[in-house]
């Protein structure tokens, strides 16, 4: 079932996603990059954004948060936040992105706090458009098939919306008045931008076997070479949308008897991440944790990349490394 | 809360070598906590705070300042031998701070000239450099001058038998754990902030402005040629670089390296 939106419904439409939640979307001030905040004021969208230097990830795994309050004769209590927030806007790599997270943090060690997140946001995508660092396609993360509620795609002077949950449905129930069925010429055009789209994508990257080039390229010299210039500041993990490592740490106050624990966003380019207990570390390089990084990367597990193809490690990296250059020299010489 | 007998509370120091006693300020300036904080202490020495001072064994020392004098070495060594811990406050105490951004470049002589107008040294100078060169230390707080809440986690922390939670990771996580934009890749500014000490909550880029590096370079993982590189292909001199780098961290060695004086003539 598709609907079809008009683009001058989009205000009327933002008003009824705000009876979901507060509606937070892709917005650039002025001497910032783009970020998904909260949507005060509908002329201040941008939905037709390239990419946020913070993936929609901090939703759900937040950069800091508390996790506890500590008190030693009450024990801990959690700090869960709740609140109901509808993401508009969000790309389909980053979708993707979070669908791999949610086989971790949900899947595999589910974590209350992410979960909560996950279970209490709506997600509302929308089509985008590649620029020179985008290659999504080559990571089979350029559609998005689950993890929304609704999406969006453009098509000239309107949306043909797609339903990906009953939450997605139930606001298209509450839009009736907004929304039409799509016609099959709607369906036709939507398809047509689709494969319009494709053509535009001017990065690529062969993936087959790339966990197997890895694996046999540990020496290759593209690794020192990149050591040498990269500055171990985590910057590329830290804007990735699949990163999921964190770290905790207990700040006590005064009384010595309660505090709280917090987590932040950590980065395996950071020498401490493979520092452990006895100071050993066990990848005390840089070059280490580079070719760790792009190993990891490229292997979630046996099925599954751990790169959704956002480009934004090559974007935000002070040493402009570029990922898919290295993954290309590496596989090819 | 019963206040633990004055006999089991730690006794602890707080001293100054050659510095602007900044640190110790920024100790004072926990105004909200100070008293309470400190009450669970015994202090012993306080420059900044009182004249009282007593000769004793302590716990914990807290130094301030870089070695720079004979004078603050042997001060040092004599803190050194009657505590249990050290710990160096300040970038002055860790590694020399804005006085070692010559070292290497000028010698004791040529400063003495400029300064004083005698080749002499009659201050018994010494090339500036953090106490760590001479002495063991426990624990280093960094920062020009240190950030207040980073000394009460430490108290904090030592009081609960903890080694304190000093960042080891640069200002560039700080950025992003906060969404600030990157002020080199996005307005080609001349950041330091990949290869310095976080702890500042990226005080700098917060407000669109380059990191100047008060915080001093990450011991034993920054890279200072990657700067320098990155620095050069976004237009900037060698020299403007280097002497960026130079300015609170000339006692790092991949930075001391940069821009050293083939035929210094400095002493050590
Ligand atoms: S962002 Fe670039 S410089 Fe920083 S750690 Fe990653 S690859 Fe290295
Ligand atoms: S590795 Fe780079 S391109 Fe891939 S998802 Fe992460 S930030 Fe995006
Ligand atoms: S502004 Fe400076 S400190 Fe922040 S991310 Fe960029 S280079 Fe790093
Ligand atoms: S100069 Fe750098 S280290 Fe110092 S406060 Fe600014 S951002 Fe932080």
């Known amino acids: ?333 | 809360m019963k206040e633990p007998a004055s006999e089991n509370k730690p006794k602890i120091g707080v001293f100054s070598l050659t510095g602007c006693a900044g640190d110790q300020l920024m100790i004072l300036n926990l105004e909200d906590t100070l008293i309470e904080l400190l009450s669970k202490f015994e202090i012993k020495s306080f420059q900044e705070a009182s004249s009282y001072s007593e000769n004793i064994r302590l716990d914990i020392a807290f130094v301030e300042g870089s070695v720079s004098t004979e004078h603050d070495l042997e001060k040092l060594k004599e803190i050194r031998d009657k505590s249990s811990l050290l710990v160096a406050i300040g970038d002055c105490a860790v590694n020399g701070c804005v006085q070692a951004m010559r070292n290497s470049q000028t010698s004791i002589a040529e400063r003495m000239l400029d300064v004083y107008g005698v080749e002499d040294n009659i201050y018994r100078a010494l090339e500036p450099k953090g106490i760590g060169e001479y002495v063991r230390v426990d624990f280093e707080i960094p920062g020009c001058p240190v950030e207040k809440e980073e000394v009460f986690n430490t108290l904090i922390s030592l009081l609960n038998g903890d080694p304190p939670l000093i960042p080891d990771y640069p200002v560039c996580v700080e950025c992003k754990l906060n969404g600030y934009p990157c002020v080199i890749i996005e307005e080609g500014k001349p950041c330091l902030g990949p290869i310095i000490t976080a702890g500042c909550d990226a005080r700098c880029p917060s407000l669109g402005l380059d990191c100047v590096g008060c915080r001093g370079p990450i011991k034993g993982e920054t890279n200072a040629k990657a700067e320098l590189e990155a620095l050069r292909k976004r237009g900037y001199p060698d020299k403007y670089i280097i002497n960026r780098l130079r300015f609170f961290a000339g006692n790092f060695p991949d930075i001391r390296i940069l821009g050293e004086r083939k035929n210094s003539k400095g002493e050590k």
């Open chain 1, 1 to 333: 079932m598709y609907k079809k939106l008009l683009k001058d419904d989009l205000e009327n439409f933002i008003f009824i996603l705000k009876k979901f939640g507060v509606v937070h979307a892709p917005v650039r001030e002025a001497g910032r990059v783009y970020e998904f905040t909260e949507l005060t004021d509908s002329k201040i969208l941008q939905l037709n954004y390239t990419r946020t230097m913070i993936p929609p990830k901090k939703f759900f795994l937040k950069p800091k948060e508390q996790l506890y309050i500590l008190n030693r004769r009450e024990g801990f209590k959690e700090i869960v936040d709740d609140s109901k927030i509808v993401l508009l806007g969000v790309h389909a790599c980053d979708i993707n992105a979070l669908n791999l997270l949610d086989r971790i943090y949900i899947d595999q060690f589910p974590d209350r706090y992410y979960k909560t997140r996950r279970e209490n946001t709506i997600i509302i995508g929308v089509s985008c458009k590649p620029d020179e660092y985008c290659f999504c396609t080559s990571t089979n993360s350029s559609y998005a098939l689950e993890g929304f509620d609704l999406f969006m795609h453009e098509i000239d002077d309107s949306y043909i919306i797609r339903i990906g949950s009953l939450k997605g449905f139930q606001i298209v129930c509450e839009s009736e008045n907004l929304l039409a069925e799509a016609s099959s010429n709607d369906i036709k055009e939507f398809k047509r931008a689709e494969a319009e789209r494709l053509k535009e994508f001017t990065l690529h990257l062969n993936v087959n076997g790339i966990q197997d080039i890895l694996d046999a390229s540990y020496d290759h010299p593209v690794w020192q070479e990149n050591a040498d210039i990269c500055f171990g500041c985590g910057s590329c993990n830290l804007v990735c949308p699949t990163c999921r490592c964190y770290d905790t740490a207990d700040f006590l106050n005064l009384d010595l008897k309660t505090g709280v624990r917090v987590r932040r966003w950590d980065s395996c380019m950071l020498k401490q991440h493979g520092l452990v207990a006895g100071g050993l570390n066990f990848r005390p390089t840089r070059v280490e944790r580079l070719y760790n990084r792009f190993n990891c990367k490229m292997s979630l597990s046996e099925d599954s990349l751990n790169c959704v193809g956002c480009g934004r490690c090559t974007v935000y990296c002070p040493a402009d490394i570029n990922f898919v250059e290295v993954l290309k020299q590496v596989g090819e010489d």
